[in-house]
C-alpha cells in the first residue's frame, strides 16, 4: 500500500508556541516540506514529498528532542503536567513562605533555616525541572535550536549549585533554594494555566466534532432497519431518519418530510422545510418529521467533515503581521542569554555588586523574558476568530484572510443571487403562435442542464407546471451567454439574454435562430441587501454592481439600494478584467453565489461566496457564507477587524512586556521570584485578551 503523502503525527510534551517553532525549525532544517506544529492540539503535520525520510526516522527526530510520539496503541502518560505541578508545589510550599515570612520579619519555624531541610524539600522540585525543562532544553541545543526551556533550565540550575556550594561552605548568604523551587513551579503554573486556557480557544472545532455521529439506522432491502456504525454505511445506502435525531451524514430525501434546524452549521436558527427531492446535511438535527434518505457523502467527503478541516487548516496560516515575531523569537533565546551573562558580569566586576545579588539579576532576566507570549498572539487571536466566525456559519480559509479581508476598502457585488434571492418567476411568456406544452419542455430540458440560479428557478417552475423532459442530443452552456442543444432531427436551440432592448422580454427561445418564445422574468432583493450596502456606505467602503444582466435591471437594482458604481451586460471575461483592475488599485473583495462566478471569485483579493452550505462554495472562495446570508457580510467583516485589532494588541503587549521588564530585572528591580510569577501570567494575559473575542461586541 502506498504511503500518504500528507502526515499527521500527535506528539504529547509540547508546553508552549516555542516549542513547537523548535520543531518546526528542525524539521525543516531536515528537508521537510509544508511543516504546521500546533501545540494546543499536539498535532504535527508535514508533507511526505521528497522528504528523504521515512515516517519512523521523523518519529524518532521527534522523540530525540524530548517529545513522545502519541500512536492508537500508546497509554496515555501518568505523569502529567497536572501531577507535576501538584508535587512541586506541596515542597515549594514551605520554602516560598518561609521566604515571605522572612522579608516581612514574622516568626517562622527554627527548622526551614536549617539549608539540608531546605536542600530536601528543594531536590524534588529541581528533580521534576530537570525532567520537565531540562530534557528539552538538553535536546533542543544539542540539535541546534533554543527554546523558552532553556532560559528555565539555566536559572534554576544556576541558583539551586549555587546554593549547593553555600550549603557546602556554610554560607547563609549563598542559599536561594527557595528561588530555584519557585522558579520551576511557577512556570508549571504558567504552562498549566496557559493549557487550560489556550483549549478554550478551540472550542468551536471541539462543538463541531462533537455533531459527529456514531451510528446510523440503515434500511435494508428486507425492509427491517439496523443500527450500524457510521463508519460501516456507505454512498448509496438508505437511511431511515426519525423526529429528534442528528441526520447521520449528507444525502437527499426519497421519501417523507422534515422541519430541519441546521444552525450547529450555517447559524442560521429558523428551522427549514425539507421533503422528497430536498438535499440534507449531516449533524443537522430533525425537529419535525420524519423521512428516509440516501447517502450521497460519508467520511471525510461530508459538509461537517470539511467544514471541521477547513477550520483545522484555517490556523495553520499565518497572517503577514506575525513574521515580524517569528523573526524576532528565532533568536530572542540567544539575545535574552546574551542580556543574562552581561548582567553578571557588569554587576559584579563594573558596579561591585556581590556576587549573589549579580546571579540573582542575571537569573531574573533568564526566568522573566517570555518569548512564548509573541508565539502566542497571532494563534491564539486567530483561532478565536475563525471559531467565531464558524458558529455564525462563515468558514474562513487563514489568518492570513482574516487579516487582508479586514484591510478590504471595495466590495464588488455580482446582482442574481447575491444582492437578490436568486429564486425567479416568470411574469410572462409569449409563444409567438408555438405550442405552450412543447415550448414548456424545452425550457424544462435545457435549463436542468444548468446551474445558474435563473436556469434553477426556470425548470423549477416548469415542472410544477407539469412539463416533461424531451430527448436532446445535446446540451451546451456557454457561460455568460446561455445553453444551446440539439434534438434528433438536428434542429439548434438557443436560450439566452434576449438580444432587444425593449425592456419587456428578458429571455428568447430560439429554433436555429429564430424566436419562438419571448421570456419575461422577475427576482426580488435580498431582505439584508440594503442594510448590508448602507453599513459599507456608513464604514466608508466602496461598493460596486456587476452583472450580465440588461443595463436598464442592472441599474434599477442599484438605484434601489443605493450603488453608485455598478457595469452591466459583462461577459466573464470582462468580469475578470475589471475586477483585476479594481484589486490593484485597492484590496477588491468579490462577493457571488461560489458557482458561476468561481473565475472572479478567484482573481478578487478575497472572494466570499454565498452559496447555502455547498460543498462547490467550500472550493471556490476563501470566505464562505453558509447560512446564504447577505447580512453575515457585516459580521464577517466586523470580526476580522476585531481579530486584526487584538493581534495587534497580543502583540504589542509581548514587546513591551519583554522591553520592560528584562531591563528591570538586569538592574535588580525584580526578584527571580517575582520574574517567575510575571512570566507565569504574561502569556495568560495574551490568551485572555484573545478570549475577549468570543463575546466581543462588534
Known sequence: MSQPSHITLQVDGMDCANCAAGITRHLTNKGIKDVFVDFVSGEVQFSMKDAGLSVQEIETSITDLGYRVVTEDSEPPWWTLKRKLIVAALFTA?????????????????????????????????AIGVFHFGKSAWSAVRHGTTNMDVLIFMGSTAAFIYSLVGTYLGEPNYIFYETAATIITL??????????SVKQTTSAIDELSQLQVEYANKLLHSGTVTKLPITDIRIGDILQVNEGDTVPLDGNILEGFASIDESMLTGESIPIEKQKG???????????????????????????????????????????????????????????????IMTLVLSYFVFQIPFGIALMNSIAVLVISCPCAMGLATPTAVTVGIGRMAKEGILVKGGQTLETFGNIRQFVFDKTGTLTTGDFQIEQIDYLGNDPDKIHSLIYTIENHSSHPIAISLAKEMKEKGSTSIFLKRVEEHKGVGMEAEDQEGNIYLLGTAPSSNGIHHLVLEKNNQPIANISIKDQLRTDSKATIAYLQQHEMNAYLLSGDKDHKVAEVAQQLGIPNYHAQQKPNQKLALIEQLSQQQPTAMIGDGINDAPALAKATIGVSLSGASKVAIQSAQIILLNNRLGSLKEAIGISKAT???????????FAYNIVAIPMAAMGFLSPMWAALFMAFSDVIVIGNSLRLKRKRL
Open 187 to 196: 512556570v508549571l503554573v504558567g504552562n498549566w494555566l496557559e493549557h487550560k
Open 94 to 126: 514551605p520554602l516560598f513562605f518561609q521566604h515571605l515570612l522572612m522579608v516581612f520579619g514574622i516568626p517562622y519555624p527554627a527548622l526551614l533555616d536549617a539549608h539540608w531541610v531546605q536542600l530536601l524539600l528543594c531536590l524534588p522540585v529541581y
Open 644 to 654: 486584526l485589532t487584538t493581534i495587534k494588541q497580543n502583540l504589542f503587549w509581548a
Open 278 to 340: 430536498n438535499a440534507v446535511i449531516g449533524a443537522s438535527i430533525v425537529k419535525d418529521g420524519n423521512f428516509k434518505m440516501q447517502v450521497t457523502a460519508t467520511g471525510n467527503e461530508t459538509l461537517l467533515s470539511k467544514i471541521i478541516d477547513t477550520v483545522k487548516t484555517a490556523q495553520q496560516d499565518k497572517p503577514s503581521i506575525q513574521k515580524l515575531a517569528d523573526q524576532i523569537s528565532a533568536w530572542f533565546v540567544p539575545l535574552v542569554l546574551g542580556i543574562s
